[in-house]
Structure formats: structure tokens, C-alpha cells
């Protein structure tokens, strides 16, 4: 079964570039079959869709960060990627990678599979 | 963005009750809608998918209902594991948006 673990720097200073990885255990990021998301949750908040990446390197962005995100697939090392730049204080979050299935009819892309999730903070 | 308003945002109610959550979408999504349970400190999980459809391993006290625009999540018989935040989703159209969440307590 499909495992995921989000890595990265827990603190990140305002107007850097907030860089995150999604390690893939179980699978392969050179699949087909599913499609790699990230999601975030603001301190005490509720749970926002940022995108989602498939393996051929189409990407879906949320329109509110689609500036400042950048999202990849390193199948070579079968991970996957999150960078949001000129980051500010409202970007502190808890940041999950997950995935859902290529195919609508499985699961009309729900996510049934989520990292643990990791906090970064934007702080100076 | 398809808005998701969930209600009640918190209840608190005994052990053994039926606990029921509402959803309601800004505007159709067919039955593009799930929901998942969050316990302090952990990721979602999944319970129920495509409006109905129970996710494996998912005890069946867990029930889904509704289609267009109004959902309900309902909890048969309440069990003290089941506190916890459920929130819903659409999956109609992008950006995927998740309902505010429910906080559910015992009393």
C-alpha cells in the first residue's frame, strides 16, 4: 500500500521560498494510476487544497496561490515536490501530501491516502 | 470557488446517540462529495467517498446521504474513538474545497 512522509524545514523566514518533499513508499511516482496533491491547515484552521501533480508533470494549482506555487515529480528518487515562494506569516501551516486515484470511477478523487503532515512556520 | 458550509461547527452529545452533520455546496457537485474524520495532531483520514460509499475499513456506523447540493454524514451510535473534527469535500471542480469542519465532543 502507497505510504507518504512529508520533509522539509520547519521554519522559513518571510519572502524565502518554502521548499517541501512528499517521499513515496509503496508506489511509484511513475504511475499512472494516481494523482500526487498537497493540502495545508493554517494553526486551529480548516484544510485547503493547494494542487495536485500527476506523473506525466500536468499540475492543477488553486487559482488563490497558483502565482506563487511550483509543484514537481522526481520519479528518478519517487518523490514529490512543493515550493511556494514569497512566503508571509499566513502561509504557517500544517502541509500533508496525499493522493487520490487517476481513475473517477475508483473514488471520484477522493484522498485516501495522506502523509502524516509537517509544520513550517513563516517567522523571522 | 464552490463554497462548502458545514453545520453544525460543534456538538457535543452522549455515547450511543445518532449524530448526524450536514453539508451544503454553493452549487451542484453531483455526488462528488466525501468526508473525512481528523483527530488531534493527525492527517485526515477518509470514511466516506463519492457522497455514499463507505471506505474500506471504515466501521458501518459511518453512514453518507445526498446528492446536488445537500449532504449529511451520520454516525449511528456514537463511540468514544469517534471524537474527533470531520470535515467535507467536493471534487466537482477545481479548486477542491472542504467544508469549515464539525467538532464532535461527548458529553
Known amino acids: 500500500q502507497v505510504q507518504l512522509q512529508e520533509s522539509g524545514p520547519g521554519l522559513v523566514k518571510p519572502s524565502e521560498t518554502l521548499s517541501l518533499t512528499c517521499t513515496v513508499t509503496g508506489g511509484s511516482t511513475n504511475s499512472s494510476n494516481y494523482y500526487w496533491v498537497w493540502i495545508r491547515q493554517p494553526p486551529g484552521k480548516g484544510l485547503e487544497w493547494i494542487g495536485n501533480i500527476y506523473y506525466s508533470g500536468s499540475t492543477y494549482y488553486n487559482p488563490s496561490l497558483k502565482s506563487r506555487v511550483t509543484m514537481s515529480v522526481d520519479t528518478s528518487k519517487n518523490l514529490f515536490s512543493l515550493r511556494l515562494n514569497s512566503v508571509t506569516a499566513a502561509d504557517t501551516a500544517v502541509y500533508y501530501c496525499?493522493?487520490?486515484?487517476?481513475?473517477?470511477?475508483?473514488?471520484?478523487?477522493?484522498?485516501?491516502?495522506w502523509g502524516q503532515g509537517t509544520t513550517v512556520t513563516v517567522s523571522s | 470557488d464552490i463554497q462548502m458550509t458545514q453545520s453544525p461547527s460543534s456538538l457535543s452529545t452522549f455515547v450511543g446517540d445518532r449524530v448526524t452533520v450536514t453539508c451544503r455546496a454553493s452549487?451542484?457537485?453531483?455526488?462528488?462529495l466525501h468526508w473525512y474524520q481528523q483527530k488531534p495532531g493527525k492527517a485526515p483520514k477518509l470514511l466516506i467517498y463519492a457522497a455514499s460509499s463507505l471506505q474500506s475499513g471504515v466501521p458501518s456506523r459511518f453512514i453518507g446521504s445526498g446528492s446536488g447540493t445537500d449532504f449529511t454524514l451520520t454516525i449511528s451510535s456514537l463511540h468514544p474513538e469517534d471524537v474527533a473534527t470531520y470535515f467535507c469535500q467536493q471534487s466537482y471542480r477545481i479548486p477542491y474545497t472542504f467544508g469549515q469542519g464539525t467538532k464532535l465532543q461527548i458529553k
Open positions: 452549487q451542484t457537485i453531483d455526488g462528488n
Open positions: 496525499a493522493i487520490h486515484s487517476s481513475s473517477w470511477s475508483l473514488r471520484h478523487y477522493a484522498m485516501d491516502v
